[in-house]
């Protein structure tokens, strides 16, 4: 698991590629092990890590990347707070708005990635399979000839 997915560490290679950066706090984990480390940046922590119970790897990750796709889809994340602290309690309530000037199934797809039971959290073959996924034009170029990262 990373455990530290964040927008900081998604890059673009000049293809278009996503390439995930900064391994520094990753960890192999085995199905089942549950972790109690402390990991990750506090807008794209997720909740039950903030409980210190102990939490399994794949639903953080998942939890993160949820965070990361609301903020390239709204421009902005899902929760905030004055503090370290109220940011952290309205992560744990888990409530946030979805704006309706994104498809349904982006919405969807969101809802499910940032659910704050990690038993119920979408699981990534679920993520491929989501109707919005498949929506997704494989042909797409990140990248045209006009742009400044093409040589």
């Known amino acids: ?7 900081d560490n998604i ?4 293809y278009g590629d ?14 089942g ?4 480390q402390r990991y990750g940046t506090p ?4 909740p039950e890590i903030l409980k210190d119970q102990g939490y399994e790897g794949p639903p953080v990750d998942i939890w993160s990347a949820g965070v990361v796709l609301y903020a390239l889809l709204y421009e902005n994340f899902p929760f905030s707070g004055n503090t370290v602290e109220d940011l952290e309690k309205n ?8 704006p309706t000037d ?6 969807d797809l969101l809802s499910h990635m940032l659910d704050s039971n990690p038993i119920t959290r979408i699981t990534i073959s679920q993520i491929y399979k989501h109707s919005w996924m498949q929506s997704i034009d494989e042909s797409c ?7 400044m990262f093409i040589q």
Request: hydrophobic share 45%.
């Open 11 to 14: 890059l673009l290679n000049c």
């Open 1 to 7: 698991m990373h455990r530290d997915i964040k927008l």
């Open 18 to 31: 996503i390439k995930i950066a900064d391994f520094g706090v990753s960890k192999r984990i085995t199905k």
């Open 91 to 98: 992560i744990q309530k888990g409530k946030y708005i979805l």
């Open 141 to 147: 170029i990140a990248y045209n000839n006009n742009s």
């Open 33 to 36: 092990e549950i972790l109690y």
């Open 102 to 107: 994104i498809s349904s199934e982006a919405r």
């Open 43 to 46: 807008v794209y922590v997720a």
